[in-house]
C-alpha cells in the first residue's frame, strides 16, 4: 500500500466561477458589441466623479461594502426558445450558484415571453459577484397564426445551444458535487459559447420575415443557432448624467428612464439603454444562395439601484407609477419625455424620500450593523432596549438592502424600446408560473423573502455582538 497521503480535488466556489463567468462574459460582448466598452467607461467616469462629489454616498457604499462590487456589471439577459433549453440553463447557472429568483410574465406588456433571474441568493455570495442573468422563455402558445407557430416549434425542436462539453461539465458537478479550476475554466468556455453572436441565421430571409412581422422578439429568439446574450449591464451611483452624456460619446439613449424618478435615496431600480444595434447578418435562400440582411436586438443597458421595498413599499410604489401613467394618459416617447419625467416626481413626492421614515414606516429592507460603541458593552445595561433605542444610543447602524431583483415593467419597456415601437401592445393569455416551473424544472424563489432573510441576519448578529437574546423590528 502507497504511504502517499489521498489529497481530495479542490473545487473552485460557485462565486468564483460567477466571477470568472461575468469577467469573460464581459469581454466577450466589448468584442461584439465596441460601443458597449465606450459605454462601460461612461459608467465608470461619472461614478468616479459621482462619488467625488458626495463623500456621504461615498461612506455609505464602504460601509456597506458596496464599493467593492461597484464595477462589476450586474446583469445580462438571454431569450431562449424551449422548455429544454430553459432547464439545461437552469443547470448550468447552478454550477455559478445562481438559482431562479422571482417570475415576470412580460405578455400583458406585448413582449411574448416569461421569465425569471438567475442570481445568488445569500448576502455573502452576493457580496463576491452580484451577477445575474435575466433568463426568458419564449411563450410559442401567444404566436396568433398555427402555421407559423408551429414552424417555430420544428425550428428550435432542432437546434442544440450547449456544446456536449458544457454538458458534460454540468453533469460532472452535479455528480462530483464541484468542479476543479481547470474544470471552471474549460466549463466557462464552452458555456460562452451558448451567449455567442452569430451572424448567419438558421432560417431563410422568408422565414425570418413571417417571425420577424409577429413579434421582433420571436425572429431574435427562433431564427438563430444560440440564444445570444442581447445586453450586459453596468451599474452607475447616476443614471440621469450617463442619460445625459450618451450622445456626447455617440451613443444614442432610449426616451425615457424606467422605474422611478430621480430621488435622494433611491429605491429599487432604474434602467435606461443605447438603442439596439441594427446588425449585418446572412440568410440561407432556399435555392442556397447566401442573402445579406439586418437584425436588431443588441444593445448596452444602464441601470441604477437602489433600497430593496417591502411588500408595503412595492404596493406604493406600483399605485404611484401606474397614477403617473394615467395621468400621462400614452405611453412616454421622446415628444412627451420631459412631460412623463414631471408627472412622475410629483406622484412619488407621495413616497418618502429618507431612510428613516422608509424605516419606521416598513416600506424597505435594511441591514443592521453593531457600532464600535457597542464593542464591550456591558449586556446588563443595552438588554432592556428596543432596537429604535439601540439606534438612538448610537449602539446600531443600518442601511438600505441593495435591491437585487427587477420590475415587471422596466424589464418591459427595455424590450419595447429596442425592439421597436410597432406590434401589439399586448398578448391575449394569462400569467402562468405554473407552467414556467413546471417547464424550469423547480419552484422559482420569492425574492421578498430572501431580502427578510438577509435583514433577520443582520438583526442576529447585532444581537450577538451585544450579547442580546434576539432582536426584532
Known amino acids: 500500500m502507497s504511504n502517499t497521503p489521498f489529497t481530495s480535488l479542490e473545487f473552485v466556489h460557485p462565486d468564483e466561477i460567477r466571477a470568472r463567468f461575468s469577467r469573460a462574459m464581459s469581454d466577450m460582448y466589448q468584442a461584439e458589441v465596441p460601443l458597449y466598452g465606450t459605454l462601460l467607461q461612461l459608467v465608470a467616469d461619472t461614478n468616479k466623479q459621482t ?42 447557472f447552478a454550477v455559478m450558484g445562481m438559482l431562479p429568483v422571482g417570475y415576470y410574465d412580460l405578455a400583458p406588456a406585448g413582449v411574448p415571453v416569461h421569465s425569471t433571474a438567475f442570481r445568488a441568493v445569500h448576502e455573502a455570495s452576493l457580496q463576491a459577484c452580484p451577477f445575474r442573468i435575466f433568463t426568458s422563455l419564449l411563450r410559442l402558445e401567444l404566436i396568433e397564426q398555427p402555421v407559423l407557430r408551429q414552424r417555430a416549434a420544428d425550428i428550435l425542436a432542432t437546434r442544440e445551444i450547449f456544446t456536449p462539453r458544457a454538458i458534460e461539465l454540468i453533469i460532472q458537478f452535479e455528480t462530483a458535487g464541484g468542479l476543479t479550476s481547470l474544470e471552471a475554466d474549460d466549463f466557462i468556455t464552452q458555456s460562452l459559447e451558448t451567449f455567442r453572436w452569430h451572424n448567419q441565421a438558421t432560417v431563410s430571409a422568408e422565414v425570418y420575415q413571417q417571425l420577424h412581422d409577429q413579434h421582433r422578439l420571436i425572429a431574435d429568439v427562433v431564427a438563430f443557432k444560440g440564444p445570444h446574450i442581447n445586453h450586459l449591464t453596468p451599474r452607475t451611483l447616476d443614471i440621469d448624467a450617463v442619460q445625459s452624456a450618451m450622445p456626447r460619446h455617440n451613443i444614442t439613449p432610449k426616451a425615457v428612464i424606467e422605474g422611478p424618478p430621480p430621488r435622494r435615496c433611491p429605491i429599487l431600480l432604474r434602467q435606461t439603454s443605447f438603442k439596439a444595434l441594427e446588425e449585418r447578418i446572412a440568410f440561407i435562400s432556399t435555392d442556397g444562395q447566401i442573402i445579406q ?63 428613516q421614515t422608509m424605516r419606521t414606516e416598513k416600506l424597505a429592507y435594511f441591514r443592521y450593523f453593531p457600532t464600535e460603541k457597542s464593542v464591550n458593552v456591558p449586556a446588563e445595561s443595552v438588554k432592556k432596549l428596543t432596537l429604535d433605542e439601540l439606534i438612538d444610543e448610537g449602539f446600531i447602524e443600518y442601511e438600505p438592502l441593495v435591491y437585487e431583483d427587477f420590475l415587471p415593467v422596466s424589464a418591459a419597456g427595455i424590450f419595447q424600446s429596442n425592439l421597436g415601437d410597432k406590434g401589439q401592445s399586448h398578448f391575449t393569455g394569462h400569467s402562468s408560473q405554473h407552467d414556467f416551473q413546471r417547464d424550469l424544472g423547480m419552484a422559482v424563489i420569492d425574492e421578498l423573502q430572501l431580502y427578510e432573510e438577509t435583514q433577520q441576519r443582520s438583526l442576529a448578529a447585532c444581537a450577538a455582538a451585544l450579547k442580546l437574546t434576539q432582536l426584532s423590528i
Open 293 to 355: 440582411g439586418y437584425h436588431t436586438a443588441r444593445f448596452g443597458e444602464i441601470e441604477q439601484r437602489g433600497a430593496a421595498l417591502t411588500a408595503k413599499g412595492r404596493s406604493l410604489y406600483d399605485r404611484l407609477l401606474q397614477a403617473a401613467q394615467d395621468q400621462l394618459q400614452v405611453p412616454a416617447n421622446e415628444k412627451n419625455a420631459a412631460q412623463y419625467m414631471t408627472i412622475l416626481s410629483e406622484q412619488f413626492s407621495q413616497f418618502p424620500d429618507d431612510y
Open 51 to 92: 462619488l467625488n462629489q458626495q463623500p456621504e454616498l461615498a461612506r455609505h457604499l464602504h460601509q456597506t461594502g458596496e464599493i467593492e462590487r461597484l464595477s462589476m456589471e450586474r446583469h445580462g439577459a438571454i431569450r431562449v426558445g424551449t422548455p429544454a433549453e430553459l432547464s439545461m440553463l437552469r443547470r448550468l
